[in-house]
């Protein structure tokens, strides 16, 4: 609905179109507060008052939590490099009951609501002489020097089994290589959930640790250490696993995942890189709905955001608890002396865009913030892509600035082994005005890509975008690899501007 009527006034729609909006706004009503409404100006009939019921709750485009849902993801790791947010995650497999997770997962957001699905950036086979099977467990990336360092906690054959690995890469998309051959801490019990910072003096640090928290000083290299391996007698009482280091302002934060079960998140501060630590409070307290939690946190373009993880997509598919969660993010504001403030359990809406999304540039299909029933595929060939496409399955892509009706033309690249589909192009949901509709034919196999072009009309302004995919087949209809829109021609453009 993000911006939906506002462009609807502006640009003049027609009635059927206030009706299809108005039909979107009745599903709503049980959000709306009508105390609020009722105070508006009594001379408002039903129309005006519903638009602005809307325009007040679409300011901006929010994203949607979890902000992942083609996969099932914890333990995120956010590094922000060169203006872009670089989320590293674990990963539970699909049919996992308990912990079963094989490899990490990496996506990326410029505005905080639509994520690039980058797929599995390295996984148990980066490192050979680890167990095979399980415990590719919460990662962390930092980069020094130009290049990027992955540190993940693995298994070991043998008892006690857990030990922290480290890989390295030349950019921060992979891939990761094993950068030593063996542990870079050995094996211990609770040796798990690396958090690494790199203080202003050019000193990096690595914390981790469950249930103890521990920490050693890293060399230069990044991939060895010097002196002992230190346990960190001042941690606070309820930490329990899943340390989050970092600086802010000449103060040192250790947040964390508080004591099982349920956990939730919180913080402690220090004056010095090593402690002693002073717990400060919980940033999020444990809610019954989650077993676990893991902090990361960031400054990104002006704002501060806490990600972490929750089972609602678990739970939209079984009423069984199943160790397959789901990250999310929150935005909050430091106090004035460094504190942070106590967050609402991880809500539906998630966090503001910023900015807006150019459609005239080539977005791969795996870049969106929402989508019901697809799933993403990885090959050495495209890369990433959209997969599992079935009849009504769709893709939504927030805050789409169109501008002023530039848009003539839509191209996307498809493989299709069927008789194909239709993606039906339409604005603010699923039902909403559709402005194109590109027909999909059989390709000649399911990795043959061929790029098809249909044309469009009446997009016009921001507007969330919605990829409705149609087709008469029961099973899959195709794989959707990138998509954009052409402009109409400058002298076209300035013809319509005169009038």
């Given amino acids: 609905m993000c911006l939906a009527l506002k462009n609807l006034a502006r640009k003049g729609h027609t009635i059927q179109r206030w009706k299809a909006a108005l039909n979107r706004l009745y599903i709503m009503m049980n959000t709306i507060n009508w105390r609020t409404v009722m105070s508006m100006h009594s001379s408002f009939r039903y129309l005006t008052l519903s638009v602005a019921v809307s325009l007040s709750m679409t300011l901006q485009c929010p994203s949607e939590n979890p902000v992942v849902q083609t996969s099932f993801t914890a333990d995120p790791a956010p590094l922000v490099y060169n203006g872009t947010v670089y989320l590293y995650t674990s990963h539970d497999e699909d049919d996992a009951n308990g912990f079963k997770m094989l490899n990490w997962k990496l996506y990326t957001s410029t505005d905080m609501v639509n994520w690039t699905d980058h797929g599995t950036i390295a996984s148990l086979a980066t490192f050979p002489w680890a167990v095979q099977t399980n415990d590719a467990w919460a990662p962390q990336v930092i980069e020094r020097n130009g290049k990027f360092y992955l540190y993940a906690p693995i298994s070991v054959p043998e008892w006690p089994k857990n030990v922290i690995a480290v890989a390295v890469a030349n950019s921060p998309l992979g891939p990761f290589k094993d950068a030593i051959g063996h542990p870079l801490i050995d094996k211990a019990m609770g040796n798990i959930d690396p958090t690494v910072f790199i203080d202003d003096d050019g000193q990096a640090y690595l914390y981790w640790g469950n249930p103890n928290l521990w920490y050693v000083k890293l060399n230069n290299d990044m991939i060895s250490y010097s002196g002992d391996i230190v346990k960190v007698d001042s941690k606070p009482q309820n930490y329990q696993e899943g340390p989050w280091f970092y600086k802010r302002n000449g103060k040192y934060y250790m947040a964390y995942a508080s004591h099982c079960c349920p ?67 929150a935005k909050f504001t430091y106090n004035p002396d460094g504190a942070i403030p106590t967050l609402p359990w991880w809500n539906k809406q998630g966090v503001p865009q910023i900015g807006t999304l150019n459609p005239f540039r080539r977005t791969e299909a795996e870049t ?9 595929a990885q090959n050495d060939k495209i890369g990433v892509y959209v997969t599992r496409i079935t009849n009504g399955n769709y893709l939504k892509v927030s805050g789409v600035d169109f501008g002023n009706n530039q848009a003539s033309s839509f191209t996307a690249s498809v493989a299709s082994g069927s008789n194909g589909g239709l993606i039906e192009l339409h604005l603010d949901s699923v039902d909403g005005p559709m402005i194109g509709a590109l027909a999909i034919s059989n390709t000649g196999g399911w990795d043959n890509w061929q790029a098809k072009t249909t044309t469009v009309s009446g997009a016009v302004g921001t507007h969330d975008l919605y990829f409705v995919f149609k087709g008469e087949e029961s099973g899959q209809l195709f794989n959707f690899d990138y998509w954009k829109f052409g402009k109409k021609t400058s002298s076209r453009v300035q013809v319509r501007d005169r009038h």
């Fill in 263 to 329: 956990e939730g998140i919180g913080y402690a501060m220090s004056n010095s890189a090593t402690g002693p630590w002073e717990y400060k409070g919980m940033i999020m307290k444990p809610d019954t709905a989650s077993s676990g939690n893991h902090p990361g946190i960031i400054d990104y373009k002006g704002s501060s955001y806490v990600f972490g993880f929750n089972y609602a997509l678990n739970f939209a598919l079984t009423s069984t608890h199943r160790e397959r969660r789901s990250v999310c993010v």
């Fill in 368 to 376: 969106l913030s929402w989508e019901s029933g697809v799933k993403t």
